[in-house]
């Protein structure tokens, strides 16, 4: 089976920027149905999942069989999106990165500044439910993906090392329409140390 996180921090921990109700029904409700809907497409296909991470599964979706594939890309992508998603977020959130991660970002975008504009902008524009994405390839390199629904960076062969949620449930609650001001918050609550961890670790997709 594959499962959620366990949150490392209480629901209301992550106020202002995002509320407690959102946080009940995002990870208790919209969460908690990809993980039981994607173990139910999963049953009796063990064949397939045996040894593989849930982003493994995702890279590999084509050897799925086709009656099992939308569901496990929408589910399972839900899961592995979202597992990455509230890992980042911590109350106590280390605010600037440094080290290896910092030198790529720098390499790449020029700035932290610039990199936090350029995923904005990417969250932002997506039309509809999706997420914006900072990737790692095999080579290490950084890029910034959008995909729709729960489309997964896995699928492509990129290690997502930051995920931002523009589902209207992640924010409707409190930010209404707002989605740029949800955006420009939740750096308030990305963990660098975290996603440092995310970006220094092997490639194993």
């Not at 740029?180 to 975290?194: L, P, Q, R, S």
């Amino acid at each position: 089976m594959y499962k959620r996180i366990e949150l490392p921090y209480d629901f209301n921990s992550l106020e202002p920027y995002i509320d407690e109700a959102t946080m009940r029904t995002h990870y208790g409700k919209h969460h908690l149905a990809y993980e039981t809907n994607l173990n139910k497409a999963l049953e009796n296909n063990e064949e397939y999942t045996k040894g593989k991470t849930l982003e493994q599964l995702l890279k590999n979706i084509d050897e799925l069989p086709e009656g099992i594939k939308t569901a496990v890309v929408n589910n399972g992508g839900g899961v592995s999106n979202h597992n990455l998603y509230f890992s980042i977020l911590s109350p106590n959130a280390k605010k600037t990165p440094e080290g290896k991660l910092l030198e790529a970002i720098n390499k790449t975008f020029g700035s932290v500044d610039n990199l936090k504009e350029e995923l904005n902008n990417a969250s932002i524009s997506i039309f509809g439910s999706g997420f914006a994405f900072l990737v790692k390839d095999k080579e290490g390199n950084l890029s910034i993906v959008k995909r729709p629904n729960q489309n997964s960076p896995a699928m492509d062969g990129l290690v997502p090392v930051i995920a931002v949620d523009v589902w209207e449930h992640a924010y409707y609650l409190n930010y209404k329409n707002l989605r740029a001001d949800y955006v420009k918050n939740i750096w308030n609550v990305i963990d660098w140390g975290k996603v440092e961890e995310l970006y220094e670790e092997d490639y194993n997709i």
